[in-house]
């Protein structure tokens, strides 16, 4: 990993390293408030069949908060993150809420080698994308999450959409530079992204927006694809 590559996830091992159980807001922020947001799952699953069976996948999982929030929707809900530190910090979050740990991966930013290919039903990142800055490393995800999906499978995410956060950066800012941990990416136009995602190999995009959770864009994007059947 490159200086600038270190510099990210040095910003996010720091945020990590102020998580604890008496404290969850750290690198989550506002846990409990988004642990009740049941519109939360409605928006990222929709068109998802409500089978228990399926497998799912965060990319961004943290310390698992939605690893506990989702138990009962999947099958088995495994995990990948870029600090070390809050993937260290995950099994004893689980552990409070009864939750077994699953499968979970340290990722570089963006690859996530180690996951096996065609395996999950379902992808999904939340709070998680808008943070990442790169678009360089978007795209090579959306690759990676094609690669793990089962065909038919469903990759789905939030982002910040609009104009107007204090501290985001244009969608096709790609600046590696270390600062660039704390900051979030806007989307303004959804074509764009849509286009992104089917230049990556995905099909049936689609996408809603809503007003925010504890958030400081404008709006936030929910976007749902699909990997094709066949191809």
């Not at 900051?183 to 049936?204: W, Y």
């Not at 809603?208 to 994007?221: A, C, E, K």
Request: with cysteine; net charge negative.
């Amino acid at each position: 990993m490159s200086q600038t590559h270190a510099g990210f996830k040095e910003f996010w091992e720091e945020e990590a390293s102020r998580w604890s159980l008496a404290n969850k807001n750290p690198l989550v922020g506002w846990y409990a408030e988004h642990m009740s947001d049941e519109q939360e799952g409605q928006l990222l699953f929709r068109g998802v069949p409500a089978d228990t069976n399926l497998l799912a996948l965060e990319y961004g999982c943290g310390p698992g908060r939605n690893i506990i929030k989702f138990r009962d929707r999947f099958a088995r809900v495994d995990g990948v993150d870029i600090s070390p530190t809050i993937l260290a910090k995950l099994p004893s979050n689980l552990e409070e809420s009864g939750v077994q740990v699953p499968n979970v991966w340290l990722t570089n930013g963006f690859e996530i080698p180690q996951v096996p290919d065609n395996t999950y039903d379902v992808v999904f990142s939340i709070i998680c994308q808008q943070h990442i800055t790169y678009r360089s490393w978007r795209l090579n995800l959306y690759k990676e999450f094609l690669r793990v999906l089962k065909p038919g499978g469903v990759f789905t995410f939030q982002m910040g959409y609009g104009p107007g956060h204090p501290i985001s950066v244009d969608y096709f800012f790609d600046d590696l530079t270390p600062s660039a941990g704390h900051r979030d990416v806007r989307v303004e136009d959804a074509e764009v992204l849509k286009k992104d995602l089917e230049d990556s190999g995905f099909t049936n995009v689609s996408h809603i927006l809503t007003v925010p959770n504890h958030d400081q864009h404008p709006q936030w994007i929910w976007v749902t694809c699909q990997r094709p059947v066949v191809g």
